[in-house]
Structure formats: C-alpha cells, structure tokens
C-alpha cells in the first residue's frame, strides 16, 4: 500500500473527495497524515473525523519561507510520503522545497493551464470571455503553476455565470479528477519523459471531459 501526505490551509473540499476515493479497498493508498499551515484549517477536522492522523506546521511561527518549507518537508518526510497532495494548500513552496520532492508533488489549480496561472482565475476567465475553462492536475516544479500536466477537466463557462456559479462548476470537477490523477499513481500509471506525462492504458472514461496525457 501505498502512502500520500495531503497538504491543506482551508475547509478541504478536494481533501474530502480524496477520502472518499482512498476508502476503496482495490485503490492501493493510504493517507498517512493531513498536514496544514493553519492551526485553525477546518480540512484538520475533515481529516480527524476520517481517523486520518495530522499535524500543524503554521507558517507564522517562522522567519523566512526557507526555514518553514525545511520544516515542512521534515514534517511530511516524518509520515513516509511517497506522493505529496496539494489540496488547497495556499503557500507558494520554494525551489528547494520543490526540487526535495521532484516527481512525487503533485497540486490542481482551478483553471486549463497553461491559461490563468496564479489566482481568481473564475473572475479573469469570465473578464476573458472564454467560453471554455476548468482545472488541471499537474506535478510541482519552481515554475509556479506550469508543471507537466497529468490530467485537465474542461467545463463550459454558460451565459449568466458569475464566480460562485463558474466556480461550483469546476470544483465539481476537481472532486472527480484528483483523485483520478491519484489513482492512476498508486497503479503505476504515471512517468514522466522529457517533462511531459505518459499515461499507460487503457483510457478512463469519466462523466466530465477529459483531457489526458498522451497514451502509449
């Protein structure tokens, strides 16, 4: 079996969908620890209430971001994470802390990457006129928010749609396509060549469009 640390600051909306997924007996995956840099991240209790062990790392108790991110990582280094989850987690992590855990961070970000990198991307989608948008799983590296991209969900943006309306719509899909992204590591699916993602088949099939590596 293998283990994931998921790293949350907030109510932990992906960290629940998480959960549920790793709750089935044929996904090989434990979540050894939820880690949070808010003492007060309602996704603490989402993850107690699920008998999932965790821990506090909070970001004010420390000078600089490098002395945060190194106890960070040996906090997570401490649950024996083979793959770290992002799930909310809102601190940018410093090219050391990145570079510590190369291939095995992973993060999703409300937006079809390489488009609205950073944050309120709902509102700069909808500014935008785009008719398309959605979320995206991808590996951490220092680029903020351009990592190989392992899967993207597209949802349509519909006239009326304001942010709480756009938004629902793609963290709906953020609930069906991290833990897809998780479950096709745990099964070995996942490698990276030359920077991109190649997903060994067969194909899933889900009820949102998906947009997937290349299939070799």
Not at 26 to 37: D, Q
Not at 82 to 108: P, Q
């Amino acid at each position: 079996m293998k283990s994931i640390v998921i790293l949350i600051s907030g109510r932990g909306s992906n960290l629940r969908a998480l959960l549920d997924a790793v709750a089935d007996p044929a996904l090989a995956v434990r979540v050894a620890a939820v880690i949070s840099n808010r003492p007060a991240a309602a996704g603490l209790d989402v993850a107690r209430a699920a008998g999932v062990p965790t821990a506090v790392v909070d970001h004010r108790e420390f000078g600089d971001r490098q002395t945060f991110d190194a106890a960070l990582a040996e906090c997570i280094e401490g649950f024996g994470a083979e793959l770290v989850v992002l799930a909310g987690f809102m601190r940018i992590l410093g090219d050391a802390f990145v570079r510590r855990f190369a291939g095995r961070l992973i993060n999703i970000h409300p937006s079809l990457l390489p488009s609205f990198p950073g944050l309120d991307t709902h509102r700069r989608a909808l500014d935008e006129g785009v008719r398309v948008h959605g979320c995206t799983v991808h590996f951490v590296t220092p680029a903020l928010d351009h990592g190989p991209i392992i899967v993207q969900a597209a949802v349509p943006v519909l006239d009326g749609d304001d942010v709480e309306l756009l938004s629902a719509r793609v963290l709906a899909a953020e609930h069906q396509i991290y833990p897809l992204a998780v479950r096709w590591w745990a099964e070995g699916r996942l490698r990276l060549e030359e920077g991109c993602v190649r997903l060994t088949p067969p194909a899933d099939v889900a009820p949102v469009t998906l947009i997937s590596p290349t299939v070799v």
